[in-house]
């Protein structure tokens, strides 16, 4: 499975932005999906997942400012980051998982300054 990750860039704090991750399988529906960012000199972090069946975890730092959604119909997951802060500046990552099936994107940079 590949993941394509897109959406980032450069934006002022207290701004918005919306990631989208598309997988190439035509069983997306089964993969629990999550996005992870990882910040300059920091290791990797889970933002938020979302299973199967649709529940969802997030990381409290950003509870209430992200939210995360799936279109199984276009293999897609998205994260909605909303109220950004300079501290969510990050490479952020989509994951996809089955089981012992383990997938990443390659990542796309969200830079959040003034």
């Known amino acids: 499975v590949q993941l394509q990750a897109c959406g980032g860039g450069l934006v002022q704090p207290g701004g918005s932005l919306r990631l989208s991750c598309v997988a190439s399988?035509?069983?997306?529906?089964?993969?629990?999906m999550g996005w992870y960012r990882q910040a300059p000199g920091k290791q990797r972090e889970m933002v938020l997942s979302?299973?199967?069946?649709?529940?969802?975890r997030s990381a409290g730092s950003v509870k209430g400012r992200f939210t995360i959604s799936r279109d199984n119909a276009k293999s897609t997951v998205y994260l909605q980051m909303n109220s950004l802060k300079p501290e969510d500046t990050a490479v952020y990552y989509c994951?996809?998982?089955?089981?012992?099936?383990?997938?990443w994107g390659q990542g796309t940079l969200v830079t959040v300054s003034s």
């Open positions: 994951n996809a998982a089955h089981f012992s099936l383990n997938y």
């Open positions: 979302i299973s199967s069946s649709g529940g969802t």
């Open positions: 399988t035509s069983t997306f529906s089964i993969y629990d």
